[in-house]
């Protein structure tokens, strides 16, 4: 089993609901962001970006929202399903994609 | 088809022996990176290669010598292994050096040191 990550901030929402996920980014300069997602003893895996000229961006069932006025970036996961469940982290690009990674944040969906 | 493979997954040796980590990638792209995840599951990256060059080398001990034969291919080697070394090393690839490419990560490679 796994024992890294249990130390991880966790969100817990029961199955159907609505998740939100926070993050804060460390550079002004930053003007490309991602969110990944990381389910166990895989790698992360892609989920939306967005660029510092805008405030918003939907997908499928996820909406990431951006305020650069407080350097925080957001990651909303509609019906949020059991499948949701993984870490979830947040990222910043400082140029060359030079990706920087914020902390991680555990998505707990129960039914 | 595996977008981004590396080998092996799990890797157990002990302290002062050399290993490596291969990684592939078949998404015809030009730029690979490695990124170490440590126990706090904090991803950090270690180096970028684009094209073959090295373009990132984020202070990483000269015990690690990344190799990239070719664009589809960056490779890890580590010598006089330490225990802090313990953590997965992640191979990742992007379309290119253009900051607005997301990046594909293989799954890992667990590197335990004993």
């Known amino acids: 089993g796994e024992s890294v990550g249990l130390h991880l901030p966790t969100l817990s929402v029961q199955e159907g609901d609505n998740s939100i996920i926070n993050c804060a980014y460390s550079n002004s300069a930053s003007d490309y962001f991602i969110w990944y997602k990381q389910e166990s003893g895989k790698g992360p895996q892609f989920i939306i970006d967005i660029r510092s000229n805008m405030d918003k961006r939907q997908g499928q069932r996820v909406t990431v929202l951006l305020n650069k006025t407080v350097k925080h970036l957001s990651l909303q996961i509609a019906a949020t399903q059991p499948g949701d469940s993984a870490v979830y982290f947040c990222a910043e690009s400082k140029g060359y994609n030079k990706l920087i990674f914020g902390a991680g944040t555990r998505l707990a969906v129960h039914p | 088809d595996t977008a981004v493979s590396q080998t092996p997954k799990y890797l157990v040796t002990q302290m002062g022996n050399d290993k490596s980590i291969k990684c592939e990638q078949n998404?015809?792209?030009?730029?690979m990176y490695w990124y170490k995840q440590d126990s706090k599951k904090f991803l950090k990256i270690m180096f970028s290669?684009?094209?073959?060059?090295?373009?990132i080398n984020e202070t990483v001990p000269n015990r690690f010598s990344p190799k990239s034969p070719d664009k589809a291919h960056l490779n890890l080697h580590i010598n006089s292994l330490e225990l802090g070394d313990s953590a997965v090393y992640f191979c990742a690839s992007s379309q290119d050096l253009n900051r607005n490419s997301p990046l594909h990560f293989g799954n890992g490679t667990r590197l335990t040191v004993t």
């Open positions: 290669y684009n094209n073959k060059e090295l373009i």
């Open positions: 998404l015809g792209h030009d730029t």
